[in-house]
C-alpha cells in the first residue's frame, strides 16, 4: 500500500523555521518524484517545490526561492522541506504527493495533476 505521511507543521512566528518530513513507503523511493504543496484557505492548490530522479533540477515556487530547501534521504524514503524565513502568506495545509510516471532526466513538475498518490496533510500556521 502506497503511504505519504506529511509531518512537521506548527506555529510559528513570522521569520521563524519549520521542516516538514514526508514518510513513504509501499513503493520504490529511489523510483518516482516528489512534491510538496499547500493550500490556504480559500484558495487553490498550489504546487511548493519538487524534487525528481537522479540529478535534476528541483523546483521551487517563485513565492519560496530562497526561503524553503527541499531534500530526500533516499535510506529513509524521506524528503523533507526546510522552510526558513517565513511569512503570513505561507499559512497552509502542506501535502507531499507522489509522480509515479517520473522518468530519469526529467525534471520534476509543479502541477498537481502530474502526482497519482497524496499524503494527509499538515497544518502550518505563521502569525505576524
Known amino acids: 500500500e502506497v503511504q505519504l505521511q506529511a509531518s512537521g507543521g506548527g506555529l510559528v512566528q513570522v521569520g521563524g523555521s519549520l521542516k516538514l518530513s514526508c514518510a513513504t513507503s509501499?513503493?520504490?523511493?529511489?523510483?518516482?518524484?516528489i512534491g510538496w504543496f499547500r493550500q490556504a484557505p480559500g484558495k487553490e492548490r498550489e504546487g511548493v517545490s519538487c524534487?525528481?530522479?537522479?540529478?535534476?533540477?528541483?523546483l521551487y515556487a517563485d513565492s519560496v526561492k530562497g526561503r524553503f530547501t527541499i531534500s530526500k534521504d533516499d535510506a529513509n524514503s524521506t524528503v523533507y522541506l526546510q522552510m526558513n524565513n517565513l511569512k503570513p502568506d505561507d499559512t497552509g495545509v502542506y501535502y507531499c504527493?507522489?509522480?509515479?510516471?517520473?522518468?530519469?532526466?526529467?525534471?520534476?513538475?509543479?502541477?498537481?495533476?502530474?502526482?497519482?498518490?497524496w499524503g494527509q496533510g499538515t497544518q502550518v500556521t505563521v502569525s505576524s
Open positions: 504527493a507522489a509522480d509515479f510516471g517520473a522518468n530519469w532526466g526529467i525534471a520534476c513538475a509543479l502541477e498537481s495533476h502530474f502526482y497519482d498518490d
Open positions: 524534487i525528481n530522479l537522479g540529478d535534476t533540477p528541483r
Open positions: 509501499g513503493f520504490t523511493f529511489t523510483d518516482v518524484g
